[in-house]
């Protein structure tokens, strides 16, 4: 059974500051991961994807990946309060069914 | 708008009914997945599908729930005698998979939200 596991929160941080989203999996087998928001009564929109180990930045996104420890990461600089929304890890192996987390719910409060 | 077209967006069933659920791809994509999503839920794989073949259905139902994929027109996922717990937020996404463009994201349509009464 392939789990990813994410701590469903909420997470709540203030404006401007740095917001820590983390997500576990269990398939050694994984090769790609991904980090989607999914805003209230809204469907998921990837942010970003991340298949080697290290970091990868985009704008005030970075994604981080450790395959040894099996463990992503999403960072979120100056968070806004439009950041505010369900973030959802994905995981893929060699199947082309990516396995979702149950999600991590962000507030940045003004 | 060439996403993911899905309908209808809300759907009132009452016990015992069909519910059926249509899905567009992108334009280009050929793979389509279902999911099912319950309130302060994540999203659970239900089926993927590719033109005319199921290639996994592993996280669907053995009873009362089918999925095909047509040829021509659009992919339907088919809930036979729809009970209460059959309540949810059902998304289809597509993806290319297909060699070089194939980066694994998947583009989610607006999503189809049944109630069963």
């Known amino acids: 059974q392939k789990e990813v596991e994410q701590n469903s929160g909420p997470l709540s941080v203030p404006e401007g500051a740095i917001a820590s989203l983390n997500c576990t999996y269990s398939?050694?087998?994984?090769?790609?991961f991904f980090w989607y928001r999914q805003y209230s009564g809204k469907s998921p929109e990837l942010i970003m994807f991340?298949?080697?180990?290290g970091d990868k930045e985009d704008g005030r996104f970075t994604a981080q990946l450790n395959k040894a420890s099996q463990y992503v990461s999403l960072l979120i600089r100056d968070s806004q309060p439009s950041d505010s929304a369900t973030y959802l890890c994905?995981?893929?192996?060699?199947?082309?069914?990516?396995?979702f987390g149950r999600g991590t719910s962000l507030i940045v409060h003004p | 708008n060439a996403g993911v077209m899905q309908n209808p967006r809300h759907l009132v069933r009452r016990r015992g009914q069909e519910a059926r659920l249509r899905c567009s791809p992108m334009?280009?994509?050929?793979?389509v997945y279902w999911y099912r999503q319950l309130p302060e839920e994540g999203l659970k794989f239900m089926v993927y599908?590719?033109?005319?073949?199921?290639?996994?259905e592993s996280g669907m139902p053995k009873e009362r729930f089918s999925a095909e994929f047509p040829k021509e027109g659009p992919s339907i996922l088919r809930i036979q005698q729809v009970v209460r717990g059959d309540s949810a937020a059902y998304f289809c996404?597509?993806?290319?998979?297909?060699?070089?463009?194939?980066?694994?994201?998947?583009?989610f349509g607006e999503g189809s939200r049944l109630t069963v009464l």
């Open positions: 996404a597509s993806s290319s998979n297909t060699g070089e463009v194939d980066t694994g994201e998947l583009f």
């Open positions: 994905a995981v893929r192996g060699g199947s082309y069914i990516p396995t």
């Open positions: 599908l590719q033109k005319e073949n199921i290639i996994d």
């Open positions: 991340i298949y080697s180990n």
């Open positions: 398939d050694r087998g994984s090769q790609s």
């Open positions: 334009k280009g994509h050929s793979h």
